[in-house]
């Protein structure tokens, strides 16, 4: 144990100041606490500052140029030659980036939340050594809510060297689009980033290992997102194996073995996007006693306890889905628990959105799921084809399918692949989490012309009366 200073004690403890740690702050404090929140980087986390606000930004920018490229569709014609400025498409995208971590630090402040910028480590079950550029502190901690998310995982094989071969990082600060990019790994990251890329004008190859991109997702959602791929004219290889790479400089080589082939990939930049790993091997988390699982994740129980009483996980450090909602809903959790509520996590009604083209949302129950429930599932479908408002937009491509149980009609699960679909898939997680059943979503009046139709089509579907397609 390091000594030599004399600790200073604090009430609540959230280390790592991302979606799940700055939440859980604002909480506690809501709850009268007295918190203090430490991150030895930028406050909002790799969402706000490298993940999920910047990559949505580059996906936004690349859609409004392909849109403006294709509006000769709707009879709106640009002359010249319509073309990307990187550096200040990245500079407006980390535009957006500031404003959210500044009001990150003012919600933090107007909350009363102590926030310390450096790097902690446990020295006990009860105290952490915060270390600075230049000085160190112990704190002794009543409660401590460990929130330091994940980083880009990499391949042996593959290291990231930050110049040709890139994490999600580097991928979002690129200065030019790439002429040609090769993407390690079918999953979300790397197929919304190479979509991106792709829509950019870059040549754009997918090497996935599995049979098909985002393994584990319904093939039925994961077709229509094929089928844009290819007019985009991305090359997507399955079933390839990553032998290995190399930057030759100019330019980055990449082998993969393919059909019992090696074959052989250059390109500008290569993005290995093969998943992420949980923060938790720099942290001491020996000598505070907490427990890990085989992959270096924290477990928890169902209120973000670790096997430490007063000790909490959250978020991707904890394992589960590595989502950002998620992380902010666990704390809540925990920060209620350590102000003595007895909350407990929840995820039957988990939002799970891919931004792909076209976008990917689900939550609840797949039929498959439903039945090995014990459940005798009812399916409805309802195509965009069939919506006046995705037709009127251009992006009909899609549908919206409901689970539901065909004796309460209770509603178990919703896909949706099509426009807007991450915005959709609210109102399902709302049915799912309350219980609702398919005449609640259907009686519900929903506005004229507008995508949200589409779920109460589905919904009658499921009673057999919808209007705008043929009941089965």
Excluded at 55 to 76: H, N, P, V, W, Y
Excluded at 359 to 380: F, N
Excluded at 415 to 444: C, K, R, Y
Aim: with cysteine; proline share 3%.
């Amino acid at each position: 144990m390091v000594v030599g200073d004399l600790a200073q004690e604090v009430d609540v403890l959230v280390i790592g100041a991302g979606p799940g740690g700055y939440v859980a702050a604002i909480r506690a404090a809501q709850l009268g606490r007295k918190v203090t929140i430490v991150d030895k980087d930028a406050l909002g986390g790799v969402c706000l500052n490298r993940g999920c606000i910047p990559s949505k930004a580059l996906i936004t920018a690349s859609e409004r140029f392909l849109s403006i490229k294709e509006a000769d569709q709707m009879g709106i014609e640009v002359s010249g030659d319509v073309k990307v400025n990187m550096p200040e498409l990245m500079k407006w995208k980390d535009g957006v980036v500031k404003k959210l971590t500044g009001g990150v630090k003012s919600l933090l402040q107007g909350n009363k939340v102590e926030i310390i910028s450096g790097e902690a480590y446990f020295n006990g079950t009860d105290s952490v050594r915060v270390v600075t550029d230049d000085s160190s502190q112990t704190y002794k901690f009543n409660d401590v809510i460990i929130a330091t998310g994940s980083r880009p995982a990499e391949l042996p094989i593959l290291r990231f060297d930050g110049k040709r071969i890139l994490s999600s990082t580097e991928a979002l600060q690129l200065q030019e689009v790439p002429g040609r990019l090769v993407v390690v790994g079918g999953g979300y990251i790397g197929l919304e980033l190479g979509t991106a890329y792709a829509k950019l004008g870059a040549e754009v190859t997918i090497l996935e290992g599995a049979k098909s991109i985002l393994p584990g997702s319904d093939p039925a959602l994961t077709k229509m997102v094929m089928r844009r791929l290819k007019q985009l004219g991305v090359n997507v290889v399955t079933e390839a194996m990553v032998q290995g790479g190399e930057n030759k400089g100019e330019e980055v080589e990449i082998k993969a073995t393919v059909g019992g082939e090696e074959k052989t990939y250059t390109a500008d930049y290569c993005l290995v996007a093969i998943g992420r790993k949980p923060n938790t091997d720099e942290l001491g988390l020996e000598y505070a006693q907490v427990e890990l699982d085989e992959r270096g994740f924290i477990k928890i129980d169902n209120q973000c306890r670790t096997n430490v009483d007063h000790i909490y996980a959250i978020g991707d450090c904890a394992g589960g889905a590595l989502l950002a909602h998620k992380a902010s809903y666990e704390g809540k959790v925990a920060a209620e628990v350590i102000a003595g509520m007895n909350s407990v996590i929840d995820y039957q009604a988990m939002p799970f959105v891919v931004f792909s083209d076209p976008e990917i949302a689900y939550t609840g129950l797949t039929e498959e799921e439903a039945k090995e429930q014990g459940y005798d599932p009812v399916v409805s479908r309802f195509a965009f084809q069939a919506n006046g408002r995705a037709l009127s937009m251009n992006q009909a491509d899609g549908f919206v399918k409901i689970v539901a149980d065909s004796e309460t009609k209770q509603v178990l699960g919703v896909q949706i692949v099509g426009p807007e679909a991450s915005t959709l898939i609210g109102e399902a997680v709302f049915a799912v989490e309350m219980g609702a059943n398919a005449e609640d979503l259907s009686l519900t009046i929903h506005a004229h012309p507008t995508l949200t139709e589409t779920i109460m089509e589905a919904a009658e579907g499921v009673l057999g009366h919808a209007i705008h397609m043929v009941n089965r």
